[in-house]
């Protein structure tokens, strides 16, 4: 499984993005994704998750209200919508992929960068 993320960028306070991650392989419909992130200094942050079917999703407490995950099968992407960012929000942010059955993700993507300025 190869996990490509794109949509970073620099946004202002109170503005929005939305990150997509393209993921290629095989089997990827039965596979849970996540967003996570990682600011200078900080341990790398759970944000969000979206399972396979049925697409329930969990939200970190963060994020919870401002971020969406969504996925495509079809297309296999994934999305994360960010509302209401804050300067907090600044970090790298990347996206995983586990296996049905696991807890873990043995798959990441490259990772993207989002600055929020205020």
């Known amino acids: 499984v190869q996990l490509q993320a794109s949509g970073g960028g620099l946004a202002q306070a109170g503005g929005s993005l939305r990150l997509s991650c393209a993921a290629s392989?095989?089997?990827?419909?039965?596979?849970?994704m996540g967003w996570f992130r990682q600011a200078p200094g900080k341990e790398r942050e759970f944000l969000a998750l979206?399972?396979?079917?049925?697409?329930?999703?969990d939200y970190a407490d963060s994020v919870k209200g401002r971020f969406t995950i969504s996925r495509d099968n079809a297309k296999n992407t994934v999305y994360l919508q960010m509302n209401s960012l804050k300067s907090e929000d600044t970090a790298v942010y990347y996206c995983?992929?586990?296996?049905?059955?696991?807890?873990?993700?043995?798959?990441w993507g490259q990772g993207t960068q989002v600055t929020v300025s205020s």
């Open positions: 995983a992929a586990r296996g049905p059955g696991t807890s873990d993700f043995p798959f």
């Open positions: 392989g095989r089997g990827l419909s039965f596979y849970a």
């Open positions: 979206v399972r396979y079917s049925p697409s329930s999703t």
